[in-house]
């Protein structure tokens, strides 16, 4: 199974969801674009929160130095990002792919982060409740929808708002794979829980 995590914008909880299917799954982690914070990456971040041992973290196609929008972090470093260079690695283990931003993030003068999506993979959106996530939510389940691409499931990160959890739901017949609460801290025995939490419905995908 190869899982794409995308959220509705940046910092919506992208990297501890895909710490927790990680976990839950013990399957390997991919982020194909990385944009500043090479020392502290996602990749090094996943590594730090998941407990098991069968877990391969597989590089980034691309390592961009500045933490901004792929597209003018590979033009401040001189190169331009291609669609061809970006090469899925071979396992045989489950496979979590994590996107940068939002789906219309630009890679390029023409590519966004929503053309990384292949056909075989599993969508899931990371939705984090604030004033507009509704809108922001829909509409990045609309643009999947325009392009065909199903979606698997929506987590939901922050406290509990039943009401546009509910329109959310409600509107686009989405699978709720689970909440993650606004905890304090995330750390290995917290991803652990949440892992436990959500492994049934991450494994009936």
Not at 93 to 105: P, R, S, T, Y
Not at 148 to 173: A, R, W
Not at 176 to 196: K, L, S
């Amino acid at each position: 199974m190869k899982l794409f995590i995308t959220g509705i914008g940046t910092d919506v909880g992208k990297t501890i969801v895909s710490s927790i299917i990680v976990e839950a799954l013990e399957a390997d982690y991919w982020k194909p674009i990385q944009a500043g914070d090479l020392d502290n990456s996602d990749s090094h971040k996943i590594q730090s929160y998941i407990s098991n041992d069968l877990t391969v973290i597989h590089d980034n196609s691309y390592k961009l130095n500045t933490p901004a929008s792929p597209h003018l972090a590979a033009e401040i470093d001189k190169i331009t990002i291609n669609l061809n260079q970006i090469i899925e690695p071979k396992t045989t283990n489950h496979l979590v792919i994590e996107g940068a931003g939002g789906l219309l993030v630009p890679l390029n003068s023409s590519d966004y982060i929503i053309d990384l999506i292949q056909k075989d993979y599993k969508v899931i959106v990371v939705s984090r409740h604030y004033l507009g996530s509704i809108n922001h939510t829909l509409l990045t389940l609309e643009a999947l929808q325009s392009r065909n691409i199903p979606v698997s499931g929506i987590v939901f990160s922050g406290d509990e708002h039943p009401s546009s959890e509910g329109i959310i739901l409600g509107k686009t017949n989405a699978r709720c794979i689970g909440r993650i609460e606004n905890e304090p801290y995330f750390d290995r025995e917290v991803i652990r829980y949440y892992a436990d939490k959500f492994r049934e419905q991450l494994q009936s995908l």
